[in-house]
């Protein structure tokens, strides 16, 4: 089966690191470009990063500098590392494969159930 | 970076066609997405590159374009297509990549 199963969200206080991990089953996460999506509670779907299949990675303005995309291919998971995590940053984090139509320009085909992180102390 | 603009809501008796607006000056240059999610579940895409249904999507979810709006259509609407959906943009400028996503608009079916 194709999916997505995302894990390790919990609490954490602010300044605090977390690693979120997202565990593909059905097809390849590195043959295929691969993001994260968060969305705070009540609030709407906001774009985090996203990891090319050739390795290259874009951040939003909000994360850059504090979060890191990853993949590891031998285990068929991306990761999300967190950085000097802020209140703001509590969110749903999914964790979405992109379906490419052209270079620069993808939609999220497959998406997982998501993982919560809350920040707060 | 583009922003996208949509309604917050919308309502419709069942049976009735529904139309979602989605607003922005990067629309004419980018395709649009659209998404579907329910209460406590993950979004699901139901349009790509403006008008293209998934594989798997019911033929009553449409998709147009024209200059600066992209529009969601459900024709006759069901109770269970109430939920909220979100358009989407790939934006991109040399090395710059960003996603966008609207705001998010909720169907309400009556």
């Known amino acids: 089966e194709v999916q997505l199963v995302e894990s390790g969200g919990g609490l954490v206080q602010p300044g605090g690191s977390l690693r979120v991990s997202c565990a593909a089953s059905g097809f390849t996460v590195n043959s295929n470009y691969m993001a994260w999506v968060r969305q705070a509670p009540g609030k709407g779907l906001e774009w985090v990063s996203i990891l090319y299949s050739g390795g290259s990675t874009y951040y939003a303005d909000s994360v850059k500098g504090r979060f890191t995309i990853s993949r590891h291919n031998s285990k068929n998971t991306l990761y999300l590392q967190m950085n000097s995590l802020r209140t703001e940053d509590t969110a749903v984090y999914y964790c979405?494969?992109?379906?490419?139509?052209?270079?620069?320009?993808?939609?999220?085909?497959?998406w997982g159930q998501g993982t919560m992180v809350t920040v707060s102390s | 970076s583009y922003d996208l603009t949509q309604p917050p809501s919308v309502s419709v008796s069942p049976g009735q066609t529904a139309r979602i607006t989605c607003s922005g000056d990067?629309?004419?240059?980018?395709?649009a997405y659209w998404y579907q999610q329910k209460p406590g579940q993950a979004p699901v895409l139901v349009i790509y590159k403006d008008s293209e249904r998934p594989s798997g999507i019911p033929e009553r979810f449409s998709g147009s374009s024209s200059g600066t709006t992209v529009t969601l259509t459900i024709s006759g609407v069901q109770a269970e297509d109430e939920a909220d959906y979100y358009c989407?943009?790939?934006?991109?400028?040399?090395?710059?990549?960003?996603?966008?996503f609207g705001g998010g608009t909720k169907l309400t079916v009556l």
């Open positions: 990067a629309l004419p240059k980018q395709y």
């Open positions: 979405a494969r992109a379906l490419v139509i052209l270079e620069w320009s993808y939609a999220f085909d497959l």
């Open positions: 989407q943009i790939a934006d991109s400028s040399g090395t710059y990549k960003n996603v966008v």
